[in-house]
C-alpha cells in the first residue's frame, strides 16, 4: 500500500496601565510597532544567549542557577544555533518570587518547579520589540504555553510617550532587545508567571465575570473543559525531532509530527458591566434573556428544564460562548499585517467561522478596516458600511490583551472580553450568517488551530537535500540552517474531525506566506493514495452550495473523486489540468472585455460546476515589490462546484477525498471551502459579487 500524506505548513503590576486612556489606543498600538534607531540595540559579536548571561552574573545568577537545576532546559541548549528569545529575570526578579513563597534560596526549589520557570522564560524563536503587538506571541515557550505582551504608554510623558513592555501582564522588561548571536534576551523584573490552572478554574477568579461564570458551573459546562494533554498520543522521537522532506507543488516542505498532542479551549465572555446595559443583574436575569432568545430559536425544545441539557437555552446560551480549541487572541484571523494587506479590505473582511461549543452552531470572526482596530463577533458589514447586499451588524468587539488589563491565558485555554452580548439566535442565524462562509482549511478542526495553524512561515527548501535547488524559496539568499522551512504533520485519530489512515494518507499544515498563492497565505496538503474524510462545519437551516478551492495544474495533484454524505459528487476531477485547459475553460477578464461579458462568462463557468478565484485576496512578493496579484487573476487557483445540499442545522454531513490516480507523492492542496446559501449563489437578491 503507498503511503499518504496529510500536512499543514505552519506560520498584577501594571502600574501606568491605570492612567491609559481610550484616546490613546490608536497611539499605543501604533507606537508598539514603531522601530527604533539601530544605535539603541546592544548587539553580541559572537556571544551566545548562555554566555551572555554567564558574562552577567552578578545580574542572572539565580537564574543560571534555576536553568542548572532544571531537567527540562539544558543551559548548553542556549549555546547552540538557532533562534531564541530569553526573558531574563533579575537576581532581584527571582529574590522577590522566592519571597512571596516563603523562600530564601533557589535551592529550596523543586525541580518541578525549576523546569517550570526556566522553561517559561524561553522560546525558541527570536522576537524583538520591534515585533511586539499588543497580544500573544505567535510562538509558545519551551513549556508549550504562550506570553502575551502588553505594550503601554506612560501618557505622564507627553512629549516622548515611552513604552514599557509587561509578559503575562506582571513581568515588566526593564532592559529590551540584546541581541546575541542565536536570538535576543530581554531582561524583565519579575518571574513570569505561567498558571496551573485549567480554563474554568482561572475564570472563577475574576470576579468582573462572576454572572457568567454562574451560569458555566450550574450548566456543567465547566467539566468539558479540563482536558489538557492527550494521554493515549504517542510519537516516536524521530517524528517530531528529524525532519521528513515533502514534495508539494513546486516547493519543498520539512514536515514534523507533533510531539503532544494537547485540547485547548477559548472563551468569549461578556463581564457583568456588559450584561447591566441589558438589565442583566443576576444568575436569573441571565436565564430569562437566554429563554428569549432560545425559545423563539428552538420552540420545540422550550419546555427543558434541566440546565445540564444540551438543548436548555441557558445551556445553549454558555456552550456558544466557548470553541473546543486554544485561539489567543490575535490567531482568530490572520494578523501579520504584510499577510492582512493582501485582502481588498474595502470588498471583504479578514474573516474566519468556527464552530462552537453549542451543538450545531457557529460563529464569525471579523477583523474590519476603516474602524477601530479589533476582532469583532457575528459581525456582517464592510468597514463601517452596509455589506453588498445592505446588510450592516455591528457585532461584539473582542478586547484585545492590553486593553482588558489582567493575564487571561490558562493551562489549557484564554479567555477574552467582548463589549456586547452573542448568541445563536435568530438575528444571528438569519441576517449574519446568511452570507457566503468561506472556511479556511486549518479551521476546520480544533486540532489544527491549537497546535497553532496561525503561525508564520518562511519559505524554503528547509534543508532537503533529496530535492536539489530549482524547488523551495526564490531567492538565494535563504539558509536552511537558520530559517528551516517547518510543518506542523498529523496523525491518524489525532485530528478531530477527520478520519484518514496513516497506511495511506499524510497530512499538514502550511504556514503563512506574503508570496503564496493560497488563500490567508496557508492550507493543508494532503499527500500519498490519500483517501480523507472530513465534517464541514453546522450551518444555520437551508439549501446550500459545496465548494472546495484547490491549486491545480501540477503533475504531481492527481485525480480526485469527492463524496458528500457517502455519494460521489459527478466524475473525477483531474488536477493536473491548468485552468485554461478546455474542459474547465478559465479566461482573464481582461480577455473578457466589459462587465457584462465577464457576468455572463462567470454565470456560464459556474454552470459548467468551476468558479475562478476570489478577488479579494491575493499574494505578494515576499519583499514586497511585486504588488498584489488577485486570486481571479490566476489561472490555476480555482474553485470547484461539486454539489448542492439541504441543511437542517441539526445534522452532521461528511465530505471524502479520495486519489484515483496510482501515484507514490499525489497531493491534494485543500486551501478552503465554501458553504453558500441560496440566497447568494442562486442570485436571489444580488448577483454574487466577485470578492
Known amino acids: 500500500m503507498k503511503q499518504t500524506f496529510l500536512y499543514l505548513l505552519l506560520p498584577s503590576k501594571l502600574p501606568k496601565l491605570a492612567i491609559m486612556i481610550a484616546s490613546l489606543m490608536p497611539l499605543l498600538l501604533a507606537s508598539c510597532d514603531d522601530t527604533p534607531d539601530e544605535q539603541y540595540y546592544y548587539t553580541s559579536k559572537g556571544e551566545m544567549a548562555n554566555n551572555y548571561l554567564l558574562s552577567r552574573s552578578e545580574t542572572f545568577s539565580k537564574f543560571i542557577d534555576i536553568i542548572h537545576r532544571s531537567s527540562m532546559v539544558n543551559f548548553d541548549l542556549l549555546g547552540t544555533y538557532g533562534s531564541y528569545t530569553v526573558f531574563a529575570p533579575t537576581n532581584e526578579a527571582v529574590d522577590r518570587y522566592l519571597a512571596s513563597r516563603g523562600l530564601t534560596s533557589v535551592e529550596q526549589l523543586s525541580s518541578a518547579d525549576c523546569d517550570t520557570i526556566a522553561a517559561t522564560h524561553i522560546i525558541e524563536q527570536s522576537f524583538f520589540t520591534t515585533t511586539f503587538s499588543d497580544a500573544t506571541l505567535p510562538t509558545m515557550n519551551m513549556l508549550d504555553r504562550y506570553l502575551t505582551i502588553t505594550c503601554v504608554v506612560d501618557s505622564t510623558d507627553d512629549k516622548n510617550l515611552p513604552i514599557s513592555y509587561f509578559v503575562n501582564s506582571e513581568a515588566c522588561i526593564i532592559h529590551p532587545d540584546d541581541s546575541v548571536e542565536n536570538g535576543v534576551v530581554h531582561t524583565v523584573d519579575h518571574i513570569i508567571n505561567c498558571t496551573t490552572d485549567m480554563l474554568p478554574d482561572f475564570m472563577l477568579r475574576d470576579s468582573t465575570i462572576s454572572i457568567f461564570c454562574d451560569a458555566m458551573m450550574i450548566t456543567h459546562l465547566d467539566d468539558s473543559m479540563r482536558l489538557y494533554i492527550d494521554e493515549n498520543y504517542t510519537c516516536s522521537v524521530d517524528s517530531f525531532e528529524e525532519g521528513r522532506c515533502m514534495l508539494t507543488g513546486s516547493t519543498v516542505d520539512n514536515v514534523f509530527y507533533m510531539e503532544h498532542r494537547y485540547y485547548g479551549f477559548t472563551a468569549f465572555v461578556e463581564q457583568n458591566s456588559v450584561y447591566a446595559e441589558h438589565g442583566i443583574y443576576n444568575l436569573d436575569d441571565l436565564r430569562r434573556y437566554a429563554h428569549e432568545i432560545y425559545d423563539d430559536m428552538y420552540p420545540e425544545d422550550a419546555g427543558i428544564t434541566d440546565e445540564t441539557d444540551r438543548r436548555n437555552a441557558l445551556n445553549r446560551f454558555i456552550s456558544y460562548h466557548f470553541l473546543p480549541e486554544r485561539i489567543i487572541y490575535n490567531m482568530l484571523t490572520p494578523d501579520n499585517k504584510l499577510l492582512s494587506s493582501n485582502f481588498d479590505r ?322 491534494f492542496a485543500f486551501d478552503y471551502m465554501e458553504l453558500c446559501p441560496r440566497s447568494v449563489y442562486n442570485n436571489e437578491l444580488y448577483v454574487e459579487d466577485k470578492y
Open 346 to 667: 474595502r470588498h471583504w473582511d479578514v474573516a474566519d467561522w468556527y464552530e462552537t461549543m453549542m451543538p450545531h452552531s457557529i460563529l464569525k470572526v471579523s477583523y474590519p478596516s476603516g474602524i477601530q482596530t479589533g476582532r469583532y463577533i457575528n459581525r456582517r458589514g464592510l468597514q463601517n458600511r452596509p455589506d453588498s447586499r445592505g446588510v450592516f451588524v455591528p457585532g461584539a468587539r473582542v478586547m484585545a490583551p492590553a486593553e482588558s488589563g489582567v493575564n487571561q491565558l490558562a493551562v489549557n485555554g484564554v479567555y477574552h472580553y467582548i463589549k456586547d452580548i452573542i448568541h445563536y439566535g435568530r438575528e444571528t442565524q438569519e441576517v449574519v450568517l446568511n452570507e457566503r462562509l468561506r472556511f479556511d482549511a486549518t479551521t476546520l478542526s480544533p486540532d489544527f488551530m491549537t497546535s497553532g495553524a496561525r503561525r508564520h512561515g518562511v519559505r524554503g527548501v528547509g534543508g532537503c537535500p533529496e530535492y536539489p535547488g530549482q524547488y523551495g524559496l526564490r531567492s538565494t539568499s535563504y539558509d536552511p540552517e537558520q530559517n528551516p522551512n517547518t510543518c506542523i504533520a498529523f496523525k491518524s485519530g489525532s485530528v478531530k474531525n477527520w478520519q484518514f489512515s496513516d497506511n495511506q494518507t499524510h497530512l499538514h499544515l502550511r504556514n503563512s506566506y506574503l508570496d503564496f498563492w493560497s488563500y490567508q497565505g496557508d492550507e493543508i496538503q494532503i499527500t500519498g493514495m490519500y483517501d480523507v474524510k472530513f465534517k464541514i462545519p453546522p450551518v444555520p437551516e437551508g439549501d446550500y452550495e459545496l465548494r472546495i478551492q484547490v491549486c491545480i495544474g501540477f503533475d504531481t495533484r492527481g485525480i480526485i473523486q469527492v463524496y458528500f454524505d457517502g455519494a460521489a459528487c459527478g466524475i473525477p476531477v483531474d488536477l493536473r489540468r491548468h485552468g485554461d485547459d478546455p474542459s474547465i475553460g478559465w479566461r482573464s477578464d481582461e480577455s473578457l472585455g466589459d462587465e457584462e461579458a465577464i457576468s455572463a462568462y462567470d454565470k456560464a463557468l459556474h454552470n459548467r460546476g468551476w468558479m475562478k478565484g476570489p478577488l479579494s485576496y491575493g499574494g505578494t512578493s515576499a519583499d514586497g515589490s511585486g504588488g498584489r496579484t488577485p486570486q481571479r487573476s490566476i489561472r490555476d487557483d480555482m474553485r470547484r462546484i461539486y454539489t448542492t445540499f439541504h441543511s437542517d442545522g441539526k445534522t452532521d454531513h461528511w465530505v471524502r477525498v479520495q486519489q484515483k490516480l496510482e501515484t507514490s507523492n499525489g497531493s
